[in-house]
Structure formats: structure tokens, C-alpha cells
């Protein structure tokens, strides 16, 4: 059984609280900050035996469809035609506002169904507000308190007849054959988190792929402030896009709510399979694109390199030599990361960058078997032996690959110790040419080799 339930309601009403309480888990961010949430963000939620999918949206205000809260509006009305029933929370401390008034006015309008939230519930202070939720003529509030998970066995009475009415439309649809659910991927799908700094492009690069206007997007920077994820498909390929906020230096960041955001948006690389790094191509590769890439290699994610707003360009051939040989001396140690060349705007070559997205996962999945790595450890120690260490040469006697995503490799070694980084860097740079390994971290552990003769007394002679 599952059914999608959309939060709404005005700003700082406890949405996010509600949608974190109902996920299980700190999924959505929550500030005592009005108007955190600008996209909606959807989970799967529980209570008790009832599962569902849940929507948390943003503010509902009364603006110019131009402005930002215009846009975050339009954004909650999309949500909203997607649920199944809603929950407008107030905030009971409050009392009912002439705000929340006339949205609950629209959504009477609307088709549908509206289940009213009395939010803040906990000890005496939201009676009275309680109270005044009965005049919003959308049927008894719910009074629960979101921090504190009181009220949920009440919400869950509310929502039954909802389930149990998608459960026999469900049920109706499979009698019928028009079920669309199909065998579940049994790895998953591919998680690609979309990174860079404030105002690249990062959301339109979202909404273009997904060929709808699922995003906030607009000229003002910051507007993404949570981790974005959203399932879509490309040639077959199940997807989970997550689109993230902009991330700036350290140092210039001050606010409390932006920190938390960045924090969000290393929590999406370090889920990611692939991660593509988004650039200005009018500013590629400044300092902070570097310690973001380097960031991204270091959680051992798989890197694309992605140049947005390449229709910009006056001499695009130089501009994409010059990329090319700065990522390639700033970031030695993933030679190759795949570079390609976009403009979300206009949808310029965003099947070129899926392709490269898909190609480089596979590497970062790939496999090599220990018969063939043992031959290649043993055609490079010959071409270029180890160097001595206190006068005696270090010996690798076996190899093997240990996991992958991404590729690591074992190697024992008579002195793992005096194997100097020079010679890894050598068989890491082997290993990329040799095996196709290229544009994706590569790890090699070192270990002690077991002497046979360990243990053993020694024979007098």
C-alpha cells in the first residue's frame, strides 16, 4: 500500500519537522529561519504499518508569481497535484493567521483532499489554536507536535481512509492490468549528485535533464539550500539526480543556515556514485572548483567535469585546452576524469555528459581478476624493480583487487613500510593505462607478507 501525502502550509510552521518526523531521519533541513525549504523534497514515510510517500514543500505566501516566494509557491502547487491528500499544518501557538485563512480557502477549492495539522501542540500553550482550527471549515484538526512526536497515532486515524482508498485504486488498476510497478533494480539506481559553486547552473541542469521544471531556479544565487533528490531514468538507466547548494569557501561562510546547507551537500557527494562538478564556463576551475573536486576524490567518488554555459564562449577550442590541461595538472592523482562541455540553458550536449556519467560508473564498478593483475605485478616489478631499502631490494609477492566503487587493490610486500609513494604512483599510473582505469580514484593498500617460516622452532644442526 502506498499513497503520497504533501505537507503545505505558510512559513515556520514546522513542515520539514513533521516531513524528518514521518522519514525517520534528518532527511530535510530545520531553522528557527523562515522559509528554509524552497524545493519540495519527497521520502518514504511511516507510521506504524502505514507506508506512504511524503512531500515536503515549500512556504505557502502570497506574492507576484515573478518573485522568488512567487516561484516557491508555484513549486508547492506542483507538489500538491501530485499528492494524494494534504496536510495543512499550522502553527497552534500562533493561532490561525489571515494567512492561513486564505490558503485554506484555495485549497477547499482544489481537488484535493486537505487534512488540517494543528502543529506545537505539546503541553497547553496550542489549545486555543487548536481551537480556532475548527473554523477553517476543512474538518477536525489534527493536534500533534512534530519535535516531540506526540500526536502521531491521531494522524494516523486521519490518514486511514485515504490509505485504505489508494490501496483499492491500486488494487483496481492491477485487476485491470494497468499496474506500472516492475521488478525493483536489485543494485539500485545510480546516485549522481550535481555539485559546484552558487549560481552555476546546477538546478536548470536538473530541470533540463528531467525535461520539467521540477527545481526552483531564477538569476538570485543560494536559492537551493537542501540536497534535491529525484528518481528518473536515462536509456534505461535508473537514476537518482541530486541537486545541491552552491558551495563556497569556507572561510566567507558566516551563517548559520548556509553551513548547514554545505554540510547537506558533502552528505549527498559522499551517497554519490558519480559526482558531477558543474563549472561557470566563463570562471572554470577556480580555487574553490579545485577543493571541491579534490573533496569529491578524496570520499572516493567518481568525477565528471562538466563546463556550463559553453554557448558563451568566444574561442571554445582554446577554452576547452586550457581546462582540460589545468584539471590535468591540478589533479594528477584521477588522470582522466572525463570532461565535457554543456549548456543547461539552451539543453546543449546533456546526452554527451549521461554517457560519459554512465561510462565513468562502470569503471568505478569494474573488476580485474587476480590472475591477470599477478602477471602485470610481475611484468612491472621486472621492467622497473623496487627500489633498495637499507641496502636490500623490497619484494611484492601477490596482488589482488579487494572491493570496488572505487577500485581498490591489495598488494603484499616484504617492507610495506620502504616502498617509497613514487613506485605506487607508478603502479597506480600502470594500472589506469593498462586496465582502462581512467578518470576514477584508484587506491592501493600495502601489506606484510606472511613469512612461511613464522612460528616454526628452528632445527639445531
Same mark, same amino acid.
Given at each position: 500500500?502506498?499513497?503520497?501525502?504533501?505537507?503545505?502550509?505558510?512559513?515556520?510552521?514546522?513542515?520539514?519537522?513533521?516531513?524528518? #518526523?514521518?522519514?525517520?531521519?534528518?532527511?530535510?533541513?530545520?531553522?528557527?529561519?523562515?522559509?528554509?525549504?524552497?524545493?519540495?523534497?519527497?521520502?518514504?514515510? #511511516?507510521?506504524?504499518?502505514?507506508?506512504?510517500?511524503?512531500?515536503?514543500?515549500?512556504?505557502?505566501?502570497?506574492?507576484?508569481?515573478?518573485?522568488?516566494?512567487?516561484?516557491?509557491?508555484?513549486?508547492?502547487?506542483?507538489?500538491?497535484?501530485?499528492?494524494?491528500?494534504?496536510?495543512?499544518?499550522?502553527?497552534?501557538?500562533?493561532?490561525?493567521?489571515?494567512?492561513?485563512?486564505?490558503?485554506?480557502?484555495?485549497? #477547499?477549492?482544489?481537488?484535493?483532499?486537505?487534512?488540517?495539522?494543528?502543529?506545537?501542540?505539546?503541553?497547553?500553550?496550542?489549545?486555543?489554536?487548536?481551537?480556532?482550527?475548527?473554523?477553517?471549515?476543512?474538518?477536525?484538526?489534527?493536534?500533534?507536535?512534530?519535535?516531540?512526536?506526540?500526536?502521531?497515532?491521531?494522524?494516523?486515524?486521519?490518514?486511514?481512509? *485515504?490509505?485504505?482508498?489508494?490501496?483499492?485504486?491500486?488494487?483496481?488498476?492491477?485487476?485491470?492490468?494497468?499496474?506500472?510497478?516492475?521488478?525493483?533494480?536489485?543494485?539500485?539506481?545510480?546516485?549522481?549528485?550535481?555539485?559546484?559553486?552558487?549560481?552555476?547552473?546546477?538546478?536548470?541542469?536538473?530541470?533540463?535533464?528531467?525535461?520539467?521544471?521540477?527545481?526552483?531556479?531564477?538569476?538570485?544565487?543560494?536559492?537551493?539550500?537542501?540536497?534535491?533528490?529525484?528518481?528518473?531514468?536515462?536509456?534505461? *538507466?535508473?537514476?537518482?539526480?541530486?541537486?545541491?547548494?552552491?558551495?563556497?569557501?569556507?572561510?566567507?561562510?558566516?551563517?548559520?543556515?548556509?553551513?548547514?546547507?554545505?554540510?547537506?551537500?558533502?552528505?549527498?557527494?559522499?551517497?554519490?556514485?558519480?559526482?558531477?562538478?558543474?563549472?561557470?564556463?566563463?570562471?572554470?576551475?577556480?580555487?574553490?572548483?579545485?577543493?571541491?573536486?579534490?573533496?569529491?576524490?578524496?570520499?572516493?567518488?567518481?568525477?565528471?567535469?562538466?563546463?556550463?554555459?559553453?554557448?558563451?564562449?568566444?574561442?571554445?577550442?582554446?577554452?576547452?585546452?586550457?581546462?582540460?590541461?589545468?584539471?590535468?595538472?591540478?589533479?594528477?592523482?584521477?588522470?582522466?576524469?572525463?570532461?565535457?562541455?554543456?549548456?543547461?540553458?539552451?539543453?546543449?550536449?546533456?546526452?554527451?555528459?549521461?554517457?560519459?556519467?554512465?561510462?565513468?560508473?562502470?569503471?568505478?564498478?569494474? #573488476?580485474?581478476?587476480?590472475?591477470?593483475?599477478?602477471?602485470?605485478?610481475?611484468?612491472?616489478?621486472?621492467?622497473?624493480?623496487?627500489?633498495?631499502?637499507?641496502?636490500?631490494?623490497?619484494?611484492?609477492?601477490?596482488?589482488?583487487?579487494?572491493?570496488?566503487?572505487?577500485?581498490?587493490?591489495?598488494?603484499?610486500?616484504?617492507?610495506?613500510?620502504?616502498?617509497?609513494?613514487?613506485?605506487?604512483?607508478?603502479?597506480?599510473?600502470?594500472?589506469?593505462?593498462?586496465?582502462?582505469?581512467?578518470?576514477?580514484?584508484?587506491?592501493?593498500?600495502?601489506?606484510?607478507?606472511?613469512?612461511?617460516?613464522?612460528?616454526?622452532?628452528?632445527?639445531?644442526?
Amino acid at each position: 500500500m502506498s499513497f503520497t501525502i504533501a505537507i503545505v502550509g505558510r512559513p515556520n510552521v514546522g513542515k520539514s519537522t513533521l516531513f524528518n #518526523r514521518l522519514v525517520g531521519k534528518r532527511l530535510a533541513l530545520v531553522d528557527d529561519t523562515p522559509g528554509v525549504t524552497r524545493d519540495w523534497r519527497e521520502g518514504e514515510g #511511516r507510521i506504524a504499518d502505514m507506508s506512504f510517500r511524503v512531500l515536503d514543500t515549500a512556504g505557502l505566501e502570497d506574492a507576484a508569481e515573478e518573485t522568488l516566494a512567487g516561484r516557491m509557491s508555484r513549486q508547492t502547487l506542483q507538489a500538491l497535484a501530485a499528492a494524494d491528500v494534504a496536510l495543512l499544518l499550522i502553527d497552534a501557538r500562533s493561532g490561525v493567521t489571515p494567512v492561513d485563512e486564505h490558503f485554506a480557502a484555495q485549497l #477547499r477549492k482544489g481537488a484535493t483532499p486537505v487534512i488540517v495539522v494543528a502543529n506545537k501542540c505539546e503541553g497547553r500553550a496550542g489549545v486555543a489554536g487548536l481551537t480556532e482550527a475548527f473554523a477553517l471549515g476543512l474538518g477536525d484538526p489534527v493536534a500533534v507536535s512534530a519535535e516531540h512526536g506526540e500526536g502521531m497515532g491521531d494522524l494516523f486515524d486521519a490518514l486511514r481512509p *485515504h490509505a485504505d482508498e489508494a490501496e483499492a485504486r491500486q488494487s483496481a488498476a492491477a485487476r485491470a492490468g494497468l499496474s506500472e510497478a516492475g521488478d525493483a533494480e536489485e543494485a539500485g539506481p545510480l546516485q549522481l549528485a550535481i555539485v559546484g559553486r552558487p549560481n552555476v547552473g546546477k538546478s536548470t541542469l536538473v530541470n533540463r535533464l528531467l525535461g520539467a521544471e521540477r527545481l526552483l531556479t531564477g538569476p538570485e544565487a543560494g536559492i537551493t539550500r537542501d540536497s534535491i533528490a529525484v528518481d528518473w531514468q536515462f536509456r534505461g *538507466h535508473p537514476i537518482r539526480l541530486i541537486d545541491t547548494a552552491g558551495l563556497r569557501r569556507r572561510a566567507r561562510i558566516s551563517e548559520k543556515l548556509e553551513k548547514l546547507s554545505g554540510s547537506d551537500a558533502m552528505r549527498a557527494v559522499r551517497y554519490a556514485h558519480v559526482v558531477v562538478l558543474l563549472l561557470d564556463a566563463e570562471a572554470p576551475l577556480e580555487k574553490q572548483d579545485l577543493t571541491i573536486a579534490r573533496q569529491v576524490v578524496d570520499e572516493g567518488r567518481a568525477l565528471v567535469v562538466a563546463a556550463n554555459k559553453w554557448d558563451l564562449i568566444r574561442d571554445p577550442k582554446a577554452a576547452l585546452r586550457g581546462l582540460q590541461e589545468r584539471l590535468a595538472d591540478s589533479l594528477p592523482q584521477v588522470r582522466g576524469v572525463p570532461v565535457v562541455t554543456v549548456s543547461a540553458l539552451e539543453g546543449r550536449n546533456l546526452e554527451k555528459l549521461m554517457h560519459a556519467v554512465i561510462r565513468v560508473y562502470d569503471v568505478w564498478n569494474r #573488476r580485474v581478476p587476480t590472475a591477470k593483475l599477478n602477471e602485470w605485478l610481475a611484468f612491472m616489478t621486472d621492467a622497473h624493480p623496487p627500489p633498495l631499502a637499507a641496502g636490500r631490494r623490497v619484494r611484492l609477492r601477490y596482488m589482488t583487487q579487494i572491493k570496488t566503487r572505487p577500485p581498490t587493490f591489495a598488494i603484499w610486500t616484504s617492507r610495506p613500510d620502504a616502498l617509497a609513494d613514487s613506485y605506487i604512483r607508478y603502479l597506480v599510473n600502470g594500472l589506469r593505462e593498462d586496465f582502462g582505469l581512467d578518470g576514477v580514484p584508484l587506491r592501493v593498500n600495502l601489506r606484510k607478507g606472511k613469512n612461511p617460516y613464522e612460528g616454526r622452532a628452528r632445527k639445531r644442526k
